[in-house]
């Protein structure tokens, strides 16, 4: 389960939240940076030992998926977007998949650009058929990667929002 926090900095202290990560109560404080002019996460456990400190980087908002497709013949799982993605065609690149139905869709793959509006990544199991509910595609960078296993910080940008999750 996904939770959502509204990011609303204020020009006198620091902004700050809990997430879970990982079954585990964090403190994150997003502090601004005069020098290096923009927002940092300093993210502290438990015992207010400093995790990690890093700069706030946005993810960019994720494309409604208009299929996804398993072929046997190929063991490749095709993605189709909505709207172009404007990567560059050939590149390989780790996207996240969310919201499709069957579930086996979701999670984080490593996809390579076929198509303005299409993807292809190996997968030699059937994930259940054809997507019956389509989803969204993304590039999510979490800021709790490397740090804390199975569990993801995102900021969104377009929402002005941190994603956590589980």
Known sequence: ??????????????FQFSPTLNGALYTAIVTWGLA?????????DQSNTLVFYLPLIASPTALTI???TWSALTNLITIVTV????IPLGTVVDLTIT????????GIWRMTVT?????TFPQ???????????????????????????????????????????
């Open 115 to 119: 198509n303005p509006n299409t993807f």
């Open 124 to 166: 030699s199991v059937d994930p259940g058929g054809d997507a019956t509910v389509p989803g969204s595609i993304g590039r999510d960078i979490n800021l709790a990667a490397g740090y804390i296993p199975n569990s993801t910080l995102v900021f969104r940008d377009a929402t002005q929002m941190f994603e956590v999750s589980p």
């Open 99 to 106: 919201g499709v139905v069957p579930t086996a869709y979701n």
């Open 1 to 14: 389960m996904t939770t959502f926090t509204s990011f609303t900095p204020s020009p006198t202290t620091p």
């Open 66 to 68: 208009s299929s996804a």
């Open 83 to 86: 709207d172009a993605h404007g």
């Open 36 to 44: 290096g002019q923009r927002w940092y996460v300093n993210l502290y």
